[in-house]
């Protein structure tokens, strides 16, 4: 029996060959492939202007810069998302204010949100965990009541909607990740979804090192811009990616439908929230009941291991990292997050599984719980 990771990219023979066409074209840095590709994702996001770059990590912070959020400002964001999204809004001199998620869905909630706007709240950057969507109507009511801008952490929900608009087609800024653990990769990279084209331009400028080009043909910087731009030999493969996104997206509620007929009738763990069609399924992730158990999580995923299973972890409880607990964060803060945190683990889900491997998984793990309960 092979190991089974827990996320694995979909790259066939027809996507390599015209990856190796663009790597032998002569040009291979950013340039027409890199402009198919955006083109190609605005007609997805229903014509919103959209922009590559390296990383979402990158996008996210570039987003934070058009949206004016500097030092002094606070940003409320979930306690339970990747540390990327707190570190950038850090990075930008801003004060990341976290607050607890649902437990059921594990989407930032929004009357904690509400409770901790002050007057330097600047901007909401919720995550859709999973590629769940957040409640968007009411997320953006919010925003609008208090004049904040929103930067969609959508790193997981590229291919997600929200009552049949895709996430990234409506909104304020949406940032994307193509790493290669997402629902499309570009092996590395991501993008931004924006309001407006003047956004776009700007994103631009920022991405490359705050160049813009001036009518004699020399450059001039104001601002010092990064270097964020995604490779053309990257964009070739998110081309290809983007194509087969639907039916990698397909499967993979395929695959999540049958864990929940595995696992439905005597869940051995918590479940995740089913979500509707619009839920682009990035993860299967599951709450341990580790006070029913005689075994740590780790030798959970030790075990799995042991079977040739991949066992993840997503995600850590952003607030009690070193780095935010210096912020005056602490155990208690916020208990979905933290008990989230230290119970949950990742399932194998990723569109080349059969659902076979779907039992084998459940299996597996229905095993070691009951092997292991008090
Ligand atoms: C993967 C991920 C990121 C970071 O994406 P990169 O493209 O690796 O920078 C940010 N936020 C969330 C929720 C993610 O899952």
Not at 10 to 32: K, R
Not at 114 to 121: L, P, W
Not at 188 to 197: D, H, K, Q, R
Request: glycine share 8%; with cysteine; net charge negative.
């Amino acid at each position: 029996m092979s190991f089974l990771p827990f996320a694995r990219p979909t790259i066939d023979s027809s996507m390599i060959a015209e990856v190796a066409e663009t790597l032998g074209s002569g040009w291979i840095a950013s340039g027409p492939q890199v402009l198919a590709f955006e083109n190609a994702l605005s007609k997805y996001l229903s014509g919103r202007p959209v922009r590559t770059l390296t990383s979402a990590t990158a996008a996210m912070e570039v987003a934070l810069q058009i949206a004016g959020v500097g030092e002094g400002d606070e940003v409320i964001t979930s306690a339970q998302s990747f540390f990327a999204t707190p570190n950038m809004i850090l990075k930008r001199g801003a004060t990341p204010i976290f607050v607890d998620v649902n437990p059921a869905t594990r989407n930032q909630d929004l009357q904690a949100t509400e409770a901790a706007i002050t007057r330097r709240t600047k901007a909401i950057m919720p995550t859709h965990f999973a590629g769940l969507p957040m409640e968007m109507d009411a997320l953006y009511a919010l925003a609008r009541k208090h004049d904040l801008r929103v930067i969609e952490d959508a790193a997981l929900a590229i291919g997600s909607s929200w009552r049949g608009q895709r996430i990234g087609a409506f909104g304020d800024l949406v940032s994307f990740s193509f790493h290669a653990n997402k629902n499309m990769t570009t092996i590395e990279g991501g993008a931004l979804s924006l309001p407006t084209e003047a956004d776009a331009q700007l994103v631009e400028k920022l991405r490359f090192h705050g160049i813009t080009r001036l009518p004699d043909g020399t450059r001039d910087v104001d601002t010092p811009g990064g270097k964020f731009n995604m490779s053309d030999v990257s964009a070739r493969l998110g081309i290809a990616q983007l194509a087969h996104l639907e039916s990698f997206n397909a499967k993979r509620r395929e695959l999540a439908a049958h864990y929940f007929k595995c696992l439905d009738s005597d869940p051995p763990c918590v479940l995740p929230a089913r979500g509707d069609e619009g839920h682009s399924w990035n993860m299967f992730a599951v709450l341990l009941p580790l006070d029913q158990l005689a075994i740590t999580r780790k030798q959970f995923i030790d075990a799995m291991h042991t079977r040739e299973i991949g066992v993840g972890i997503s995600y850590e409880a952003l607030h009690l990292a070193t780095l935010y607990r210096r912020l005056g964060y602490k155990e208690g803060d916020f208990p979905n997050a933290e008990r989230i945190g230290r119970e949950t683990v990742t399932l194998p889900l990723f569109p080349e599984m059969s659902l076979a491997d779907v039992e084998r998984v459940c299996e597996s793990m229905v095993q070691i719980l009951r092997m292991w309960r008090r």
